[in-house]
Protein backbone atom coordinates (compact mmCIF):
# COMPACT_ATOMS: atom_id res chain seq x y z
CA UNK A 1 0.00 0.00 0.00
CA UNK A 2 1.49 3.35 -0.62
CA UNK A 3 -0.02 4.80 2.61
CA UNK A 4 2.12 2.72 4.50
CA UNK A 5 5.41 4.39 2.24
CA UNK A 6 4.12 7.60 2.94
CA UNK A 7 4.00 6.81 6.72
CA UNK A 8 7.34 5.52 6.75
CA UNK A 9 8.93 8.44 4.64
CA UNK A 10 7.12 10.26 7.10
CA UNK A 11 8.41 8.39 10.09
CA UNK A 12 12.02 8.76 9.31
CA UNK A 13 11.56 12.93 8.80
CA UNK A 14 9.91 12.88 11.71
CA UNK A 15 13.53 10.99 13.54
CA UNK A 16 15.40 13.42 11.59
CA UNK A 17 13.55 16.69 12.70
CA UNK A 18 13.04 15.69 16.01
CA UNK A 19 15.04 12.53 17.46
CA UNK A 20 18.80 13.08 15.50
CA UNK A 21 19.92 15.25 18.49
CA UNK A 22 21.71 12.39 20.56
CA UNK A 23 24.20 15.18 22.48
CA UNK A 24 23.34 15.18 25.98
CA UNK A 25 24.02 18.88 26.36
CA UNK A 26 21.83 20.32 23.73
CA UNK A 27 18.57 20.95 24.66
CA UNK A 28 16.00 21.82 22.33
CA UNK A 29 13.65 25.19 23.13
CA UNK A 30 10.21 22.71 21.97
CA UNK A 31 11.60 20.80 25.37
CA UNK A 32 12.21 23.43 27.74
CA UNK A 33 8.62 24.92 26.98
CA UNK A 34 6.93 21.76 27.95
CA UNK A 35 7.53 18.94 30.84
CA UNK A 36 10.94 18.45 32.13
CA UNK A 37 10.66 15.16 32.78
CA UNK A 38 9.24 14.16 29.53
CA UNK A 39 12.42 15.30 28.02
CA UNK A 40 14.16 12.86 30.00
CA UNK A 41 11.55 10.09 28.82
CA UNK A 42 11.82 10.91 25.48
CA UNK A 43 15.52 9.93 25.54
CA UNK A 44 15.03 7.15 26.74
CA UNK A 45 12.19 5.89 24.68
CA UNK A 46 12.19 7.91 21.55
CA UNK A 47 10.26 5.34 19.47
CA UNK A 48 6.98 6.62 21.44
CA UNK A 49 6.92 10.20 20.47
CA UNK A 50 6.55 9.43 16.90
CA UNK A 51 2.59 8.00 17.03
CA UNK A 52 0.52 7.67 13.71
CA UNK A 53 -1.47 10.23 14.36
CA UNK A 54 -3.14 12.30 11.06
CA UNK A 55 -2.91 15.56 12.90
CA UNK A 56 0.81 15.17 13.72
CA UNK A 57 0.84 14.76 9.58
CA UNK A 58 -1.57 17.39 8.62
CA UNK A 59 0.44 20.22 11.48
CA UNK A 60 4.13 18.92 9.48
CA UNK A 61 2.67 19.69 6.43
CA UNK A 62 1.02 22.95 6.73
CA UNK A 63 4.33 24.15 8.48
CA UNK A 64 6.47 22.60 5.40
CA UNK A 65 4.19 24.47 3.12
CA UNK A 66 3.87 27.78 4.60
CA UNK A 67 8.22 27.89 4.84
CA UNK A 68 7.55 27.06 1.13
CA UNK A 69 5.24 30.14 0.41
CA UNK A 70 7.67 32.39 2.38
CA UNK A 71 10.09 32.11 0.50
CA UNK A 72 8.17 34.22 -2.30
CA UNK A 73 7.92 37.13 0.60
CA UNK A 74 10.32 39.66 0.92
CA UNK A 75 12.90 39.82 3.83
CA UNK A 76 12.92 36.40 4.61
CA UNK A 77 16.00 35.51 6.60
CA UNK A 78 15.75 31.93 6.81
CA UNK A 79 13.51 28.81 7.42
CA UNK A 80 16.21 26.60 8.55
CA UNK A 81 17.56 28.62 11.27
CA UNK A 82 19.43 26.92 13.50
CA UNK A 83 20.58 29.42 16.71
CA UNK A 84 22.04 28.02 19.61
CA UNK A 85 23.06 29.74 23.52
CA UNK A 86 25.36 28.53 26.29
CA UNK A 87 22.74 28.00 29.37
CA UNK A 88 23.34 26.23 32.79
CA UNK A 89 20.42 23.88 33.68
CA UNK A 90 20.50 22.27 36.99
CA UNK A 91 23.85 23.15 37.44
CA UNK A 92 25.45 21.83 34.47
CA UNK A 93 26.21 23.82 31.42
CA UNK A 94 23.92 22.95 28.31
CA UNK A 95 23.76 24.19 24.89
CA UNK A 96 19.92 25.47 23.89
CA UNK A 97 18.72 24.90 20.83
CA UNK A 98 16.18 27.05 18.80
CA UNK A 99 14.53 26.71 15.23
CA UNK A 100 12.32 29.02 14.42
CA UNK A 101 10.10 28.53 11.81
CA UNK A 102 10.28 31.74 9.74
CA UNK A 103 12.77 33.99 10.15
CA UNK A 104 12.68 37.77 8.60
CA UNK A 105 14.85 40.94 8.81
CA UNK A 106 13.01 42.08 11.19
CA UNK A 107 11.06 39.37 12.87
CA UNK A 108 10.10 36.21 14.23
CA UNK A 109 7.02 34.22 12.99
CA UNK A 110 6.35 30.63 14.49
CA UNK A 111 3.37 28.62 12.39
CA UNK A 112 0.88 26.57 14.24
CA UNK A 113 -1.65 24.02 12.88
CA UNK A 114 -4.97 23.39 15.05
CA UNK A 115 -8.15 22.16 15.07
CA UNK A 116 -9.61 25.08 16.24
CA UNK A 117 -9.41 29.10 15.83
CA UNK A 118 -8.63 30.55 18.94
CA UNK A 119 -9.05 33.71 20.47
CA UNK A 120 -5.64 34.30 21.82
CA UNK A 121 -2.32 32.45 21.88
CA UNK A 122 -1.57 29.68 24.30
CA UNK A 123 0.99 30.19 27.06
CA UNK A 124 3.25 28.20 26.18
CA UNK A 125 4.03 29.06 22.07
CA UNK A 126 4.12 32.21 23.28
CA UNK A 127 6.56 31.39 26.02
CA UNK A 128 8.85 29.35 22.75
CA UNK A 129 8.59 32.85 20.63
CA UNK A 130 9.85 34.77 23.61
CA UNK A 131 12.83 32.33 23.95
CA UNK A 132 13.58 32.81 19.92
CA UNK A 133 13.15 36.25 20.11
CA UNK A 134 15.58 36.81 23.15
CA UNK A 135 18.00 34.14 21.03
CA UNK A 136 18.23 36.25 17.82
CA UNK A 137 18.01 39.55 19.58
CA UNK A 138 14.64 40.46 16.91
CA UNK A 139 12.20 42.56 18.45
CA UNK A 140 8.98 41.40 16.75
CA UNK A 141 7.11 37.83 17.07
CA UNK A 142 4.35 36.91 15.65
CA UNK A 143 1.97 33.83 16.25
CA UNK A 144 0.40 32.10 13.43
CA UNK A 145 -2.33 29.61 13.95
CA UNK A 146 -3.61 28.09 10.80
CA UNK A 147 -7.09 25.80 11.40
CA UNK A 148 -9.74 24.32 9.09
CA UNK A 149 -11.69 27.46 10.38
CA UNK A 150 -9.34 29.84 9.48
CA UNK A 151 -5.99 31.61 9.77
CA UNK A 152 -5.21 33.98 12.73
CA UNK A 153 -2.26 35.82 13.40
CA UNK A 154 -1.15 37.51 17.41
CA UNK A 155 1.33 39.81 17.53
CA UNK A 156 3.76 39.08 20.69
CA UNK A 157 5.30 42.01 22.33
CA UNK A 158 6.50 40.89 25.27
CA UNK A 159 10.29 40.43 25.58
CA UNK A 160 12.10 38.01 28.20
CA UNK A 161 15.15 40.12 29.41
CA UNK A 162 19.12 38.08 30.30
CA UNK A 163 17.31 37.62 34.19
CA UNK A 164 13.66 36.61 32.66
CA UNK A 165 15.12 34.34 30.17
CA UNK A 166 17.08 32.50 33.23
CA UNK A 167 14.49 31.90 35.58
CA UNK A 168 12.31 30.68 32.48
CA UNK A 169 15.07 27.95 32.62
CA UNK A 170 15.26 27.95 36.34
CA UNK A 171 11.71 26.99 36.65
CA UNK A 172 11.79 24.35 34.25
CA UNK A 173 9.52 21.63 36.34
CA UNK A 174 7.52 18.47 35.88
CA UNK A 175 4.77 19.12 34.00
CA UNK A 176 5.09 22.76 33.33
CA UNK A 177 1.64 22.91 32.98
CA UNK A 178 -1.15 20.62 34.39
CA UNK A 179 -2.92 20.51 31.41
CA UNK A 180 0.14 18.28 29.96
CA UNK A 181 -0.11 14.98 31.47
CA UNK A 182 -3.47 14.74 30.05
CA UNK A 183 -2.24 14.27 26.31
CA UNK A 184 1.43 12.70 27.46
CA UNK A 185 2.17 9.32 25.97
CA UNK A 186 3.71 8.74 28.99
CA UNK A 187 1.38 9.27 31.73
CA UNK A 188 0.79 5.87 32.48
CA UNK A 189 4.40 4.82 33.96
CA UNK A 190 5.04 8.39 35.01
CA UNK A 191 5.62 8.97 38.90
CA UNK A 192 4.45 13.08 38.36
CA UNK A 193 1.45 12.74 36.60
CA UNK A 194 -1.40 15.10 36.94
CA UNK A 195 -4.89 13.64 35.75
CA UNK A 196 -7.53 16.03 35.97
CA UNK A 197 -10.00 12.63 36.89
CA UNK A 198 -7.82 11.70 39.37
CA UNK A 199 -8.09 15.36 40.96
CA UNK A 200 -11.76 15.15 41.00
CA UNK A 201 -11.85 12.02 42.58
CA UNK A 202 -9.60 12.92 45.60
CA UNK A 203 -11.75 15.73 45.60
CA UNK A 204 -15.19 13.66 46.36
CA UNK A 205 -13.80 11.01 48.43
S1 LIG B 1 2.72 12.48 32.53
FE1 LIG B 1 2.91 14.67 32.96
S2 LIG B 1 4.60 14.88 34.39
FE2 LIG B 1 4.75 12.85 33.43
S3 LIG B 1 6.12 13.08 31.68
FE3 LIG B 1 4.06 13.36 30.94
S4 LIG B 1 3.65 15.54 31.04
FE4 LIG B 1 5.42 15.11 32.32
Redesign the pocket.
Known sequence: MIIEKIWRAFIDYEKEKYLEDEDDKKIHVHDIIR?K??YY?KKMFPEVTLPIIPSIFIGESVDDFVKELAKRIGNLESTEANIEIKVTIDGKEKVLVGRPDLLFEDCVVEIKYSRDLTDKPLEHHINQLKMYLFMTGKKQGYLVYITPQGLREFTIEEQFDANSFKEFIATWK??RYDW??EY?E??FI?P???MPAENDNKKQS
Open positions: CYKLSPECCFRCYRI
